[in-house]
C-alpha cells in the first residue's frame, strides 16, 4: 500500500517507480517490470524493441520543433539487489515492497528499496509519459541482469542505439556529475574437504553474527564498513582446537556482507571462557567500526553437529579467510581521497557438509593495476588448495573531463541552482564502461538523486533530491 505521505510531485516519476516497488524484479527476472515499461510505450504509441536477452529500447520521437537535434540514448537497469533483515519475512521474487517515509528519507521496510536503478528508470518513463516537456529524439535503453555481473549490458546489441550522447541516472549523490567509472571482475573458488565424527570431548556452538550496515561493495568500499566474514574467522582465531561444522555469510558478489553463521566444536576445556573472548572481541570490534555498524549483536548458543573438519582443515579455512584481501587497495592520486582506484570484496562463504564456497569481485580504473592483486589471490587461493573460477570481467569508463557533455552540465547546473557540481568517477561498475565499448564515439554523462545504503537493507532516497534531479534532466534534454 502506497504510505499516506508518500511524495506527490514530480508526479510520473513518483507514480512510476511506485509501481517499479510493487512489481518484483530480481536479476534475471525482469519480464514483468519489463512488460510494465513496454505497455507505458504502447499506450502511447511508440515503437520498441527488444534483444536477445531482453535489453529494451524504446523509441520516443522528438518533441515539436526539436526533430533535427539528433538523438540522446537515455540508460538504465531494470533489476535490483535482493537483500533484506534475517528477522524480515520477505518473498522477493513475489511480494512488493513495503515503503516508508520517515525523516525526508523514502525506504522499504527492512529490504532493499530498489532506488538504484528504479528512480532513474522511473525518471526515463516520466519523460515518455509526461507529453508537456521538450526533447529531441529519444531512446530509452532499460537493460537487464545489471546487479549481477552487469549481464544485459555486456549482451546488447548496439545496433539497436542510433544516439551519439548517453544520460546514465544509475549515480547516487545529487549536485555531482560522474563521467568515469571502475571495470569489474572476480572468482569463485571451491573445494570440498572430508568430514569426520566428532570427538566425545568436543563441545558445540554456534555463532550468529548480524547487524552491520553491509552495503555497495563499490562506492561503499572505502567506508571501513565491518565485514562479517572478517569477524567471525577474528572470532574462530581465538579458538584453540577449533573444527569447523558450517560457515555461511554474504549473499552477493557486490555486496558487502553484514550478516553470518559459523557452527563449530572446540575441545570442552576451550570452551569455557568461549563467551568471555566474544564479549571481550565485540567491545574492540565497536571501538573501531564506523557508526553505522554499532548495531552489531553477536550471540554464540550451543549447537550440535555429525560430522565436523578437522583441525587441519579447519584451520586451512580459517587461515585463507583471515588471510584473504577485503577493503580499498589504492586510492587515486589526482581525484579526491575518497575515490579508490582498486579494491576487492570478500563477498560470500559458504561450508556445507565440507563442501567449500568463496566469492569475490575485484573493481579497478586501470586494467593493468588489478594484476598483481589477481595473482596473489589467486596464488593464496591454491594455497589452500582450492580450485579458482575467474569471472569474467567487464571493461570500466575512462574519465573524459573534456566532454562537451559535462560541459554542458556543469553549465546549466550553476545557472539552475547556483552552485558548482562535483566532477567525479565512482568506485563502482555502472554500465557505461561497457556501453562505450560498444559504441566509442558515444558521449556519456552520469548523475542522479541521493540514494544511501545502496545494495543493503538500509537503503534510502532522500526525496529533496528528486525534484532538482529531474529539473536538471529535463532542461539538459530541451538545450541539446
Given at each position: 500500500?502506497?504510505?499516506?505521505?508518500?511524495?506527490?510531485?514530480?508526479?510520473?516519476?513518483?507514480?512510476?517507480?511506485?509501481?517499479?516497488?510493487?512489481?518484483?524484479?530480481?536479476?534475471?527476472?525482469?519480464?514483468?517490470?519489463?512488460?510494465?515499461?513496454?505497455?507505458?510505450?504502447?499506450?502511447?504509441?511508440?515503437?520498441?524493441?527488444?534483444?536477445?536477452?531482453?535489453?529494451?529500447?524504446?523509441?520516443?520521437?522528438?518533441?515539436?520543433?526539436?526533430?533535427?537535434?539528433?538523438?540522446?540514448?537515455?540508460?538504465?537497469?531494470?533489476?535490483?539487489?535482493?537483500?533484506?533483515?534475517?528477522?524480515?519475512?520477505?518473498?522477493?521474487?513475489?511480494?512488493?515492497?513495503?515503503?516508508?517515509?520517515?525523516?525526508?528519507?523514502?525506504?522499504?521496510?527492512?529490504?532493499?528499496?530498489?532506488?538504484?536503478?528504479?528512480?532513474?528508470?522511473?525518471?526515463?518513463?516520466?519523460?515518455?509519459?509526461?507529453?508537456?516537456?521538450?526533447?529531441?529524439?529519444?531512446?530509452?535503453?532499460?537493460?537487464?541482469?545489471?546487479?549481477?555481473?552487469?549481464?544485459?549490458?555486456?549482451?546488447?546489441?548496439?545496433?539497436?542505439?542510433?544516439?551519439?550522447?548517453?544520460?546514465?541516472?544509475?549515480?547516487?549523490?545529487?549536485?555531482?556529475?560522474?563521467?568515469?567509472?571502475?571495470?569489474?571482475?572476480?572468482?569463485?573458488?571451491?573445494?570440498?574437504?572430508?568430514?569426520?565424527?566428532?570427538?566425545?570431548?568436543?563441545?558445540?556452538?554456534?555463532?550468529?553474527?548480524?547487524?552491520?550496515?553491509?552495503?555497495?561493495?563499490?562506492?561503499?568500499?572505502?567506508?571501513?564498513?565491518?565485514?562479517?566474514?572478517?569477524?567471525?574467522?577474528?572470532f574462530l582465531q581465538s579458538v584453540?582446537?577449533?573444527?569447523?561444522?558450517?560457515?555461511?555469510?554474504?549473499?552477493?558478489?557486490?555486496?558487502?556482507?553484514?550478516?553470518?553463521?559459523?557452527?563449530?566444536?572446540?575441545?570442552?576445556?576451550?570452551?569455557?571462557?568461549?563467551?568471555?573472548?566474544?564479549?571481550?572481541?565485540?567491545?574492540?570490534?565497536?571501538?573501531?567500526?564506523?557508526?553505522?555498524?554499532?548495531?552489531?549483536?553477536?550471540?554464540?548458543?550451543?549447537?550440535?553437529?555429525?560430522?565436523?573438519?578437522?583441525?587441519?582443515?579447519?584451520?586451512?579455512?580459517?587461515?585463507?579467510?583471515?588471510?584473504?584481501?577485503?577493503?580499498?587497495?589504492?586510492?587515486?592520486?589526482?581525484?579526491p581521497a575518497d575515490l579508490v582506484?582498486?579494491?576487492?570484496?570478500?563477498?560470500?562463504?559458504?561450508?556445507?557438509?565440507?563442501?567449500?564456497?568463496?566469492?569475490?569481485?575485484?573493481?579497478?580504473?586501470?586494467?593493468?593495476?588489478?594484476?598483481?592483486?589477481?595473482?596473489?589471490?589467486?596464488?593464496?587461493?591454491?594455497?589452500?588448495?582450492?580450485?579458482?573460477?575467474?569471472?569474467?570481467?567487464?571493461?570500466?569508463?575512462?574519465?573524459?573531463?573534456?566532454?562537451?557533455?559535462?560541459?554542458?552540465?556543469?553549465?546549466?547546473?550553476?545557472?539552475?541552482?547556483?552552485?558548482?557540481?562535483?566532477?567525479?568517477?565512482?568506485?563502482?561498475?555502472?554500465?557505461?564502461?561497457?556501453?562505450?565499448?560498444?559504441?566509442?564515439?558515444?558521449?556519456?554523462?552520469?548523475?542522479?538523486?541521493?540514494?544511501?545504503?545502496?545494495?543493503?537493507?538500509?537503503?534510502?532516497?532522500?526525496?529533496?533530491?528528486?525534484?532538482?534531479?529531474?529539473?536538471?534532466?529535463?532542461?539538459?534534454?530541451?538545450?541539446?
Open positions: 500500500m502506497k504510505p499516506d505521505n508518500y511524495p506527490q510531485q514530480p508526479s510520473h516519476i513518483w507514480e512510476h517507480f511506485y509501481q517499479f516497488t510493487r512489481i518484483p524484479r530480481p536479476s534475471k527476472e525482469e519480464a514483468a517490470v519489463r512488460q510494465y515499461v513496454i505497455d507505458q510505450a504502447e499506450a502511447l504509441g511508440h515503437r520498441w524493441q527488444l534483444d536477445d536477452v531482453g535489453n529494451l529500447v524504446v523509441y520516443v520521437p522528438a518533441s515539436a520543433g526539436m526533430e533535427s537535434r539528433g538523438t540522446v540514448i537515455v540508460q538504465n537497469h531494470l533489476d535490483m539487489v535482493t537483500v533484506k533483515t534475517s528477522d524480515k519475512t520477505h518473498d522477493f521474487h513475489r511480494d512488493p515492497l513495503a515503503l516508508e517515509v520517515a525523516d525526508g528519507w523514502l525506504k522499504a521496510d527492512r529490504t532493499t528499496l530498489g532506488a538504484d536503478n528504479g528512480l532513474g528508470c522511473a525518471a526515463a518513463l516520466a519523460l515518455m509519459t509526461d507529453t508537456s516537456l521538450d526533447h529531441p529524439s529519444l531512446e530509452l535503453l532499460f537493460t537487464v541482469d545489471e546487479e549481477t555481473g552487469l549481464g544485459g549490458a555486456t549482451e546488447l546489441d548496439p545496433s539497436m542505439l542510433s544516439g551519439d550522447r548517453m544520460l546514465n541516472l544509475d549515480t547516487e549523490d545529487w549536485n555531482e556529475l560522474y563521467i568515469g567509472c571502475t571495470g569489474g571482475g572476480g572468482w569463485t573458488f571451491t573445494r570440498s574437504f572430508d568430514t569426520v565424527a566428532p570427538g566425545a570431548e568436543l563441545a558445540h556452538f554456534c555463532l550468529n553474527l548480524k547487524g552491520l550496515a553491509g552495503g555497495h561493495s563499490g562506492i561503499q568500499i572505502h567506508e571501513q564498513l565491518g565485514s562479517a566474514v572478517k569477524l567471525l574467522v577474528d584453540d582446537g577449533v573444527q569447523l561444522v558450517s560457515f555461511e555469510a554474504g549473499v552477493a558478489h557486490n555486496v558487502i556482507p553484514r550478516e553470518g553463521e559459523v557452527y563449530f566444536a572446540c575441545p570442552a576445556s576451550a570452551a569455557e571462557r568461549l563467551q568471555e573472548r566474544l564479549d571481550a572481541l565485540s567491545r574492540q570490534w565497536l571501538g573501531y567500526l564506523p557508526e553505522a555498524d554499532h548495531g552489531l549483536s553477536a550471540t554464540l548458543a550451543p549447537a550440535d553437529a555429525a560430522e565436523v573438519l578437522s583441525v587441519n582443515n579447519s584451520n586451512t579455512v580459517i587461515d585463507l579467510l583471515a588471510a584473504f584481501p577485503h577493503g580499498a587497495q589504492s586510492y587515486n592520486l589526482k581525484q582506484d582498486l579494491s576487492i570484496n570478500l563477498a560470500r562463504v559458504k561450508l556445507i557438509e565440507g563442501e567449500f564456497l568463496l566469492q569475490s569481485s575485484l573493481r579497478f580504473f586501470n586494467a593493468d593495476q588489478k594484476v598483481p592483486l589477481q595473482r596473489s589471490v589467486e596464488s593464496l587461493a591454491r594455497l589452500a588448495g582450492l580450485e579458482v573460477h575467474r569471472t569474467e570481467g567487464y571493461p570500466g569508463w575512462q574519465p573524459d573531463f573534456s566532454s562537451p557533455l559535462l560541459a554542458r552540465g556543469k553549465a546549466l547546473h550553476r545557472r539552475l541552482f547556483g552552485v558548482e557540481p562535483a566532477v567525479k568517477a565512482i568506485h563502482a561498475g555502472l554500465e557505461c564502461g561497457i556501453l562505450k565499448s560498444k559504441k566509442p564515439d558515444v558521449d556519456i554523462l552520469s548523475f542522479g538523486p541521493t540514494i544511501r545504503g545502496a545494495h543493503s537493507p538500509t537503503e534510502r532516497l532522500e526525496i529533496a533530491t528528486v525534484a532538482p534531479f529531474w529539473q536538471l534532466l529535463t532542461a539538459l534534454l530541451a538545450e541539446m
